[in-house]
């Protein structure tokens, strides 16, 4: 029931979104070759200043020992790392041809590829491919996609089954495997596997742990956010706690007091919880409903703008993924908009350079030769 609930408010959220699109709107003409320049820069600083000390590392020593190396302490390249998935997401905006697009993508892929295999990251790469992967305009139930589908599902349990074993404690001296994991896994308790099933499926087909997880991983959050609602941890106005972590993570400033707070207020702490339980602590029931009235409203009779449309496909698609990962509250996700809305604005606006032989001072005749 609550996962239907959750379905049904992102499905209406998206089909709002769809209706006022088709109404009217007028998609901002975008300054390609300022968003060549931007991304491609910032695909160059990432890759070579970023990533590059970790795909040496990995190399050397594995995902595990690089996840703990202290590697990533930030530095002047990070101003140009935060720009480069916010750009990916806009680049599914972009009016370009598929061809131009593609090329775009393999780019993208090599980050995204970098940031899942080396440095066991799940969000943003996640989101980004996620994103992309809604905004194709193309026939999801024709034979070549479904093929395409079931290849992409494939490559994912084996990218969960390497990255849950190359993130966990190092197999060489405590030991590692799937049973353990899945009897005693946190994002288990809630949905518990029965040990029965545990042992059939290791005794007559362990290549299929990797699936389980993989579902267990996906709908984990649904069950908690249910012991979350039946246990009425929230109230009528919200701490604004997990907000202000999230803007402290951005800022820079000490969250050591304020995570000890939202411990104090949620005794499941750590575990995914879908978006709304964030947004329910935050904001509390009142707050919550007059957030949803208020979206609503503004999708029903508010005035169309690009930027707006724009925002509003963002949290569409956080949304619809919402019982998988927060990508407003987690992992920069917030600075991550913040940046998704300042590129889209600059990358999308007018500007006109009037040119005047005076301007330049240029005799009409030197006008006409330039013309």
Known sequence: MVLAALIFVGGSYLLLIYSKIQERMSWPVFNIKLFTKLFLTSFVVTLAFSRMPYVVSFLDNGMYETRL?????????????????????????????????????????????????????????????????????????????MILLFLAVFLLLLLVDYQTQARSLNTLTVGWDWVRTIQYSWIFDNLKVKDSMVSSINDN??????????????????????????????DLVGSGLYLQDEICLVVGCARQGIQAMIADINPRVGLYQTLYSSLFFDFGVLGVSCLAITCTVYLLFGRVSSIFIAILVYFGVVLAVSGVENYIYNGLGLARLVVFIVLWKVISLKIRFKRTANAFNLSPSDTKSIQ
């Open 205 to 234: 087909a362990p290549s299929v742990f990797p699936l389980v997880y993989l579902l267990q991983y996906l709908t984990h959050s649904i069950a908690e956010f249910k012991n979350f609602l039946f246990d009425a941890q929230f």
């Open 69 to 145: 190396s202290g590697l990533g302490g930030g530095g002047w390249y990070s101003y140009f790392a935060i720009l480069f998935y916010p750009l990916s997401i806009i680049l599914a905006f972009i009016n370009i041809s598929r061809k131009v697009y593609y090329k775009f993508c393999v780019l993208m892929m090599v980050l995204v590829m970098i940031d899942l295999v080396v440095l066991g990251t799940r969000g943003a790469p996640f989101f980004v491919f996620i994103f992309h992967m809604l905004m194709l305009r193309i026939n999801f139930f024709s034979v070549r996609s």
